[in-house]
C-alpha cells in the first residue's frame, strides 16, 4: 500500500497493489506524511517506512524537470506518464551491457514549439568534481564506462509540460554505482537538472 496523509484533519489518499503492481496517486502539491506499508501473505511478515516529503507548489510558468524514471526495456517507448507507470522497474538496478528506458517531464515549457538542448550523462561514483569537468571539457579523456548523450530538440507543451522518453544501451564494462544526470537547457541559457542514482550490478 502506498498512503499519503497531508495532515491529521485530512484522511489519508490509499492505493494498494499486489505482486510489485506500480502504484500511482494524484495530490496535492503540499507537504505531505508518505507511507509505503507492506504484507506477506505467506509467512504473515509485515513492513513499513514513512518519511515526511515537501511537494511544493509549481509556478505555471516555473522551468524545471522531473525525476527521472526507470522503465524495463521494451518494444516501444511511453509517451505519456500513464503509459510509462506500468513499465516501471521495481528498483535502481541494471545488469552490464542492458538496454534501460528512462522517462521524464518537463514542466513550463512554451504552448507554441521552442528548441531546447538535452544533455544525458551515466557517469561513475565516485568522481571527484575536478575530474569530470576535465572530462566535460575535454582536457582529459572519458573512460569507457560512461554514457553521454547530446542532442537538439523542437519541444512542444500541452499545458506547459513535454514529455520525454529515450532508450540508452549500458556499456558491457559497467559495473558499480552510476550518477544518471540530465540537463535541459532553454535559449537565454536556463537550464533545469535531474539526477537519479543506477546500480549497475556483476
Known sequence: ALTL????NTGP???????????????NREPTLLSVELWNDHDSIAGRERSWIDLEERLPDGFS????LLLE?????????????????????AMP????????????????????????????LPKSFLR?????????????????????????A???VSSFA????????MRGEYALALAVSRSGGVEAHSERRLLVRH
Open 5 to 8: 496523509v497531508p495532515n491529521e
Open 13 to 27: 489518499t490509499v492505493a494498494m497493489g499486489r505482486y510489485g503492481t506500480p502504484l500511482q496517486l494524484r495530490v
Open 65 to 68: 524537470v522531473s525525476d527521472i
Open 73 to 93: 526495456e521494451s518494444d516501444s517507448l511511453p509517451e505519456t506518464l500513464e503509459q510509462a507507470i506500468p513499465h516501471m522497474r521495481s528498483n535502481l538496478e
Open 97 to 124: 551491457g542492458e538496454r534501460i528506458g528512462l522517462y521524464w517531464e518537463v514542466y513550463g515549457v512554451l504552448s507554441d514549439s521552442e528548441e531546447m538542448q538535452l544533455t544525458l550523462t551515466v557517469d561513475r
Open 132 to 156: 569530470r569537468a576535465a572530462e566535460w571539457t575535454g582536457i582529459v579523456g572519458r573512460r569507457d564506462d560512461t554514457v553521454r548523450v547530446r542532442w537538439n530538440e523542437s519541444v512542444a
Open 158 to 160: 500541452n499545458r506547459g
Open 166 to 173: 529515450i532508450g540508452i544501451q549500458l556499456q558491457d564494462s
